[in-house]
């Protein structure tokens, strides 16, 4: 820096947003402030009862402790409440399990006998190994259904059909070998 | 203690967590203070005093959440400035059950304050002051007995400090017109 010439003449200071759009405002104000304030001072005109400060603690301390016992009994029942809650959500929680495995079981049932309508067994289906390789042999030669009915042979009954020539011959054998009398005294 | 080294006091249990001792400090420093600015809005003692220890125990509920983005001092005032005002809406709404005036009832209360010290030009002042709506009313005793900064101001009543003039302005003019009769 040479000389003052250097430096520019422009303003380097700044004012407040809208400071003198406010300020015929503000100046009114403070006009009529102070005449108020000649006319009636600014003093406080109210007073308190005396040591009204000095007790106040003590008065406060007391509005707490009350408020707090005030509060136990609330606070008492909303712990009671929060435990009621707490088991009754446990509680419900249990039933709502216990039913949703009821009808977990219910819904298994129903797939269950959907599933065996929906699907029939076909008795070729099943593979069927014995130990017995000779067994294993004859069974995968054998059609399933001649095997049962191979199987059930000697448990079936002999149906008894009286047309048949076969079933005249039979109690014609069966009378000569008994005496009738007896055949009379059986019936 | 001076009021600087008690308010680094009250940080230091605030930041420390000890909430009783914090507390207790709060008290002793603010409640002079507290219960004037409630006082002016409430203008009886009685209820100033219920306001007073209303604001003492909601900040006692609501110390440990106070989270220091403000001053503790804003945050008192701010505090109480609500209690005074919800004091006065329900001493209105029970007015208006009984059909009578709060602020004249007030105003007429207020002659026979044991607790008033002022004298006739007083009493009109503060009868003047009682025709203002609340907010102008916190804002006229805030700037003209307490004289305290706009930027303060707007921090406790959470208003730009443009419409906090503009209410002071209106506030004056209208006791200024008020006292006029007188």
Redesign the interface.
Known sequence: MKNLNDITKNNAFNVPE?YFE?FS??L??RI??E???K???????????IN??EN??V??NS??GK?IQLLKPWLSAAAGIIIIFALWQFLLTDIINTNKQAQNHDSLQTNNSSFIANNTLNIDDIDIKYLDPEVNAFIDETDASQIYEYTNEDSSEETVNPEDESTYEYFIDYADDNDFTELLAEL | MNSAASVNKIDKHLTNKELSEAF?LI??EY??RL??HI??IV?I?EDA?DV??NT??KV?RYLEKFNRDSKIYTWLFRIATNEAITFINNKKKKSEDSFENYEETLSNSLESDD?????K??????KAILTLPEKQRIVFNM???DETKYEEMSEILDTSV?AL??S??HA??K??NF?KQY
């Open positions: 809208n406010s405002l503000e009114e104000s009529s402030e005449n108020l304030k006319k009636f001072g600014n003093k406080n005109p109210f007073r308190v009862p009204y400060f106040f603690t008065q406060l509005k707490k408020i | 207790n008290v002793e409640k002079e219960y004037w006082r002016k203008l003692h005093d007073l220890q003492f125990i006692w607790y008033f010290e002022g004298d030009a007083q009493l009109i002042l503060q700037k003209y007995f443009g003039k503009a002071y302005h004056v003019k006791i200024e006292v």
